[in-house]
Structure formats: structure tokens, C-alpha cells
């Protein structure tokens, strides 16, 4: 299967402002781009790139005054298949875990493990430990957050989210990354593409969304408690602790936007 993803932000600048733009499909899928996916700029402006913490490709630029648009747009080949799932995916010991995965046991700016620890043992304690847990954690956080773009806001967290109980998938993935973090799994955020293929319609406007990984069973697996049901063409873009870690722009200067498109299309 052939999938046509991309995307276009246009920016009204008061002044030349520094921009740093995570938009790359990520290195493990770069394989099947069918051409680089370059970040691409109206006006041209010098693009420099570089590997993040956490492995994510980001292009550092500065935009003049006045509108700015930069996007990408690209084909990627793709198995065709639904998300991956392993449902007897086992849990690790914490003394069993690789190093790597310890900082993805930690808060985070969005994750706050020590206020949702209490909850998170209380309601998930007696589940089996592993992906039974998990998808017990996805069932929860998927019933009780009501979904809206009216509910956006960048600042809320995974505990105002509990709280709340309504926002938007990064909402979702927070509160889900904080309860299994608060259970000893390991969970890290992703941001990238997932699209509409093979869904009936209607179809609402694209966007990036959020979902997570956990580790089990030796490898990074995947959840998404806002769809919380296997997805066709979903394309990781970039990852880390939580959406403070994933930007898609990171802007350093009073800005405007003015427009805002996504796409991920099957191509016949």
C-alpha cells in the first residue's frame, strides 16, 4: 500500500524568528519513503538538521518577517497490514529492564506519576501484569475522557486530564503514559500520522495525533488508548517522554498561524 503524507503550516512573523521543526517521518520508517521527505520553506530559508535525544529528526531554520510556510510531502510504502498487536506480551521485573527504558519510568513535564500512583495501583493492581494491564489502562483512559477540539489546551496535564475528563488525543496518550509509568512500565509518547484508511465515512479534518509505546517483552509496543482499536497507515514521526519532547514546531517569537493541513491518503 501506498500512502501520500504530508503537511503545510503557514506562520505570520512579526519579525525573523528562529523555528525548530519536527516533521520528518521517522528514521525507522525512512526506508520506505519512496524519496526524502525534505522540510521544504515559502520563502526558501537555509535548513539545518540534526538528531534530537531521542533519535527524532529536526530541521533548525530561521523564517523572515511576514507569512512563512514550511511542510513536507511524501509517499511512503506500507505493509498494508492493521497495528501490530501482542496481547501475552510479558511484563519486566525493574530490576530486568534494559537501562535505556528507565527514564521512560519517570515524570514528566505532562506526566505526573506521583499524583496518579495511588490511582493508577488502585484501579490496575489486580490485573494481570503485562499487555492484559496495559489494555486494561487503554479501557479506562478511552471511556473516561470525552474526545473534542473544543477541549484543547497545550498546558493540560496527565492528572488535569484524570481530572477533566475530556481533551484530545495527546490527552489521552498523558494520562495513559502516566498510569502504566506509575505501574513500572516503561512508556514513552509518539506523535506522527494515523490516518482513515479503510474506515467508513464520514471523515473529520487530519491532524498529527499521539499515541504510545510501552515495553514488554523485550521490544517497544504499541497502544493507542484514543482510538484504542488497530489503525491502518499510522506513520511515527517522532518520539520522547511526553508532547514536550515532540513539538512539531517550536517557535522562538510572537506568531501567528494561519493555516494548518495534514494528509495521509491512500494513493490508488
Known sequence: MRIRLGCSLSFDFPKPTPIIATLNVHYSRASQLERPDHVVTTPFVPIKGYRDLYGNWCSRMVAPAGRFTLGTDAVLHDDGLPDATEPHAAQHALHDLPEETLVFLLGSRYCETDLLTEEAWARFGHTAPGAARVQAVCDFVHSHITFGYEHSRPTRTAHEAFVERRGVCRDYT???????????????????YVSDI???????????????????????????????????????????????????????????????????????
Do not use: K, S
Open 174 to 192: 498523558h494520562l495513559a503514559i502516566a498510569l502504566c509509568r506509575a505501574l513500572n512500565i516503561p512508556a514513552r509518547y509518539c506523535t506522527g
Open 198 to 268: 479503510n474506515l467508513p465515512p464520514p471523515y473529520g479534518p487530519m491532524d498529527f495525533a499521539a499515541w504510545m509505546e510501552v515495553y514488554l517483552g523485550g521490544a517497544w509496543h504499541m497502544y493507542d488508548p484514543r482510538n484504542n482499536a488497530p489503525r491502518w497507515g499510522r506513520v511515527l514521526v517522532a518520539q520522547g517522554r511526553d508532547a514536550a519532547d515532540v513539538p512539531l514546531t517550536m517557535t522562538f517569537g510572537a506568531n501567528t498561524l494561519a493555516n494548518f493541513v495534514v494528509w495521509a491518503d491512500e494513493v490508488p
